[in-house]
Nanobody, 117 residues
Framework: QVHLVESGGGLVQAGGSLRLSCKAP???????????MGWYRQAPGKERELVAT???????NYAESVKGRFTMSRDSTRKTVYLQMNDLKPEDTAVYYC????????WGQGTQVTVAS
């Protein structure tokens, strides 16, 4: 039973852009609307890290490493969160996941982002 479905990853050159999407098909709308959602990433050999969060009030916070380059948004009607990633760098290469920040759901499969130098 899939709780989170990420998509939109790919291979890009440094300086390029990607827009990731994450749907939460099993989450009821009211739960999604009240949830603080987050985007995480895990690079090879590293721990999973939180890169962006957004409250139900659409207040966003970002890790220093992505601030000014990544923008998170959410669409309540689609129960989907997005991550617009600009000016990508090779160090952004990772598998990207979304999840509820508190009371996390089972992880999805993630979406691979590879940035070539």
């Amino acid at each position: 039973q899939v709780h989170l479905v990420e998509s939109g990853g790919g291979l890009v050159q440094a300086g390029g852009s990607l827009r990731l999407s994450c749907k939460a098909p099993r989450m009821i709308t009211s739960t999604f609307n009240s949830a603080i959602m987050g985007w995480y990433r895990q690079a090879p050999g590293k721990e999973r890290e939180l890169v962006a969060t957004m409250t139900h009030g659409r207040e966003a916070n970002y890790a220093e490493s992505v601030k000014g380059r990544f923008t998170m948004s959410r669409d309540s009607t689609r129960k989907t969160v997005y991550l617009q990633m600009n000016d990508l760098k090779p160090e952004d290469t990772a598998v990207y996941y979304c999840n509820r920040v508190t009371q996390g759901l089972p992880w999805g499969q993630g979406t691979q982002v590879t940035v070539a130098s």
